[in-house]
């Protein structure tokens, strides 16, 4: 990354969908919708972006025409122009009331047509005419014209397409601008705080981690941390998970996070820290039965078995600051996120 706050990888990880079992079912279409998303997951968009698009691809938006054929309505036009059924490639793309949106942008949300029946289509078809940005921006306008739609549906509200596009673009430059700046807060705090770090054996790794609750919001953040002996960062991680509120589940899973942190980076000498007396003592043990220890210890035990050597151990918090950093970001903003500023030979 070497300073340039924008310059690390952005990526997000796969999450599970409901239609996966289809997908897989469609054999080459599965490989196709996987490369689609490992792009579309590494974007600087917000999670509830991410989501919208998901189940815009996947065609599962309650949109009238498909209540109408679960048998849930019995009109499927257009709630807006009832000229057409209410398909999601006519509301989000082909609809006067879209264009009139699509209209505001520049050229390739002007001039680009496209056949349809499938949103995918306008999707695909964007990621190849559009540059990141414009992309960014597409996906941030066809979810506004989903919530308008909705917004209309249940009270009746409409929002200006010259005010709905303005305001797409306004939220799209606010998260990357933040974005941004935390990345480079991140990592001059790496730098800064290095000196309360102590570095391992040359050729080795560190890895450490921490993890936060969030009692009132009810989730857990976890954050890992992966540099080399010279302090250098490598990778960074941030996970949010929603229900499970101990304080030492939370750094149980920190713990799995830092340790498959260093298996997708390949590592295979690594000091993993973290200041969870007990999770490391529990890993560390050496007792036959895994069952007795719970399911998250066994995890992280059968993940180490790929990692040729490593060791557990215990630091204070003074010396775990930026992996407690990212477990925050986690924590308090749910950002699920990896960073890479390095990749290995
Ligand atoms: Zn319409």
């Not at 897989?24 to 196709?32: D, L, P, T």
């Not at 949106?101 to 949103?119: L, M, T």
């Not at 003074?318 to 308090?332: I, Q």
Request: glycine share 6%; proline share 4%; charged share 20%.
């Amino acid at each position: 990354m070497e300073g340039d706050g924008q310059g690390g990888v952005f990526r997000k990880e796969c999450v599970s969908s409901p239609k996966r079992t289809r997908d897989a079912a469609e054999g080459s279409a599965q490989s196709k919708t996987s490369t689609l998303w490992r792009h579309l997951w590494q974007l600087p968009i917000q999670n509830a972006e991410k989501h919208f698009l998901w189940h815009a691809c996947h065609d599962s938006l309650p949109t009238r025409a498909n209540l109408c054929s679960r048998k849930v309505l019995t009109d499927p036009s257009c709630p807006i122009c009832a000229r057409e059924p209410e398909m999601l490639f006519h509301t989000l793309w082909m609809c006067p009331a879209a264009r009139d949106v699509w209209s505001e942008g520049g050229a390739c949300f002007q001039k680009s047509s496209f056949a349809g029946p499938e949103f995918l289509q306008v999707v695909e078809g964007m990621i190849s005419r559009c540059d990141r940005l414009e992309f960014i921006q597409f996906v941030g306008i066809a979810r506004r014209l989903w919530l308008r739609r909705n917004d209309f549906i249940h009270s009746g509200l409409f929002t200006h397409p010259m005010v709905l596009f303005k305001q797409a673009l306004q939220v799209t430059e606010l998260f990357q601008t933040l974005t941004a700046r935390r990345q480079t807060d991140w990592v001059s705090m790496a730098e800064s705080s290095n000196t309360a770090w102590t570095a391992p054996l040359p050729s080795w790794f560190k890895a450490n981690w921490d993890a936060g609750v969030d009692i009132k919001q009810g989730r857990v953040g976890s954050g890992a941390v992966l540099r080399d002996h010279q302090g250098k960062m490598w990778a960074a991680r941030s996970q949010t998970r929603h229900g499970f509120l101990d304080p030492s589940v939370a750094e149980a899973l920190g713990a799995l996070l830092a340790v498959q942190l260093c298996m997708e980076m390949g590592i295979q000498q690594v000091q993993l820290e973290g200041d969870a007396k007990n999770v490391i003592m529990v890993v560390n043990s050496e007792a036959s039965d895994e069952s007795s220890k719970g399911q998250l210890p066994t995890d992280i035990r059968s993940s180490l078995r790929a990692i040729s050597a490593w060791e557990m151990r215990y630091v204070r918090r003074g010396e775990n600051k930026v992996a407690h950093a990212f477990a925050r970001l986690a924590v308090n903003e749910d950002v699920q996120m990896v960073w890479f500023y390095n990749t290995p030979e």
